[in-house]
T-cell receptor, first 114, second 115 residues
């Protein structure tokens, strides 16, 4: 049962363009929504995160847009660079008492052409 | 501040054997989670330990187990290895106090190959 659906599976963007990755969740009880970036041979690295009571968060070239009513959130990478080429994962965190669980989307392989 | 350290980085095991993977979290972090990453299934949650207690468990068979020590270091064990257990096993640590400081920081993973 996949609770976080991510699209597209892969994305090719030209240098300087905007990369957009979308995620949708099913569990309304998620509390926190991080995005991770993973390079080959490395573990995922936290990129940016948002709480559900915020509609947008920007850090440098990276912006998360969050639509609570639609249960959707997206990552925008402005002025995409070849160094941004990596796999991006959206995720959702649920807290239940002392329980903590991070659920990931399937990932998006981003390629930024020079 | 040192990051999450996983050892070993690479392992090759034979079907039927067992394996133990180790994870040292970021200093001060008390929560350690384990994930299995494969090309087909993506990142799948195995279990989370907090203060030496398993708090949550994913949908994996009992061959997968773990534990956490008083210094927050964690180990994961897989018994009776199967070919399908070949994957990158990732450990993540989190400070985890209430609903703040919830970000999880990952190690580089242990690449397990079962032959």
């Amino acid at each position: 049962q996949q609770q976080v659906k991510q699209s597209p599976q892969s994305l090719i963007v030209q240098k300087g363009g905007i990369s957009i990755i979308n995620c949708a969740y099913e569990n309304t009880a998620f509390d926190y929504f991080p995005w991770y970036q993973q390079f080959p041979g490395k573990g995922p690295a936290l990129l940016i995160a948002i709480r559900p009571d915020v509609s947008e968060k920007k850090e440098g070239r990276f912006t998360i847009s969050f639509n609570k009513s639609a249960k959707q959130f997206s990552l925008h990478i402005m002025d995409s660079q070849p160094g941004d080429s990596a796999t991006y994962f959206c995720a959702a965190i649920a807290f239940r008492g002392s329980n903590y669980k991070l659920t990931f989307g399937k990932g998006t392989l981003l390629t930024v052409n020079p | 501040k040192a990051g999450v350290t996983q050892t070993p980085r690479y392992l090759i095991k034979t079907r039927g054997q067992q394996v133990t993977l180790s994870c040292s979290p970021i200093s001060g972090h008390r929560s350690v989670s384990w994930y299995q990453q494969t090309p087909g299934q993506g990142l799948q949650f195995l279990f989370e330990y907090f203060s030496e207690t398993q708090r949550n468990k994913g949908n994996f068979p009992g061959r997968f187990s773990g534990r956490q020590f008083s210094n927050s270091r964690s180990e994961m064990n897989v018994s009776t290895l199967e070919l399908g257990d070949s994957a990158l096993y990732l450990c993540a640590s989190s400070f985890r106090r209430g609903r703040t400081n919830t970000e999880a920081f990952f190690g580089q993973g242990t690449r397990l190959t079962v032959v």
